[in-house]
């Protein structure tokens, strides 16, 4: 479960006329900030002060308005129902100054999932780490300013993406990266590329360019291996190792030590991804 705050940003949809049995009508927005029925994001331990509560099929919502007709009342139940079991993710793993928020060519978001996939792949493999790919796609959600939450994590990094390392030589790096020129940007990390109307300017690699001819350790998911997103990182790679750590799991581990340190989780850019029309 997302924060209020976040949902109400992410409900800026368009309102869509459909058409059914002859009568048409449209969709309608809600900001979910707690002002109809004072429902709000529950933590472990605060279910009913922020949700209600459902007796005898009625609902009662935390500002004491009742439901007993309709779908409100089961649907309630059923989210009532289910936050035991959600209990552990409500669990504050860190604290955020401000949004992280997902958002192109490059953002504070991106560069610290892909540095920390960079530092992660190097420790856990042991090998050497020149560059760093991984998908935008796999992250799923913002990180909201305040008190982040085990959930919010869970849910930025939802899949079974494994830490990858590659040996890949310079001039497939460089196929890579004209594919996703084309394409859309990618989070990238121990390199600089900039993008000029769908096709690959410059690329550079350790504050070099990008050498055709050399090796490069590559950190990246097994999920861009072989087709994901249209990347088949591996087809040309000389050695590669596939962990059995999940991405998920990793920049976890990497939050809980920022707070243990008692550092905050923010982070910045460093125009590492220049997209130019």
């Given at each position: 479960m997302v924060k209020a705050k976040v949902i109400a940003a992410a409900l800026a949809l368009a309102l869509l006329p459909a058409c059914s049995g002859g009568f048409c009508f449209k969709w309608q927005k809600h900001v979910m900030d707690g002002s109809r029925t004072g429902v709000k994001c529950p933590s472990a331990d605060n279910v009913p002060q922020t949700l209600g509560v459902v007796e005898d099929g009625v609902y009662t919502s935390p500002n004491g308005r009742s439901f007993d007709s309709g779908s409100t009342p089961a649907v309630a139940e059923a989210l009532i129902g289910v936050q035991p079991e959600m209990a552990r993710l409500k669990e504050v793993i860190a604290y955020a100054p401000k949004d992280l928020v997902r958002r192109g060519p490059e953002c504070e978001l991106f560069d610290f999932i892909v540095d920390r996939l960079a530092a992660d792949v190097a420790k856990v493999t042991g090998r050497r780490v020149d560059f760093a790919f991984t998908n935008t796609g796999g992250i799923r959600v913002d990180i909201p300013a305040g008190d982040v939450l085990l959930d919010d994590l869970v849910s930025m990094l939802p899949f079974k993406n494994y830490l990858t390392w590659l040996e890949l030589k310079g001039s497939d790096i460089?196929?890579?990266?004209?594919?996703?020129?084309?394409?859309?940007?990618?989070?990238?990390?121990?390199?600089?590329?900039?993008?000029?109307?769908?096709?690959?300017?410059?690329?550079e690699i350790g504050g070099e360019p990008l050498d055709d001819g050399r090796w490069y350790g590559v950190a990246t998911i097994d999920f861009l291996l072989d087709g994901g997103?249209?990347?088949?990182?591996?087809?040309?790679?000389?050695?590669?190792?596939?962990?059995?750590?999940?991405?998920?799991?990793?920049?976890?581990a990497d939050v809980r030590a920022l707070t243990a340190a008692g550092k905050n989780l923010e982070y910045s850019t460093d125009g590492r991804m220049t997209v130019e029309e």
């Open positions: 460089r196929a890579a990266l004209e594919y996703m020129a084309e394409n859309k940007p990618q989070c990238i990390s121990g390199g600089r590329v900039v993008i000029r109307d769908g096709k690959l300017v410059s690329a997103d249209g990347y088949k990182l591996a087809r040309g790679a000389r050695d590669y190792v596939i962990t059995d750590v999940l991405i998920g799991d990793a920049v976890l």
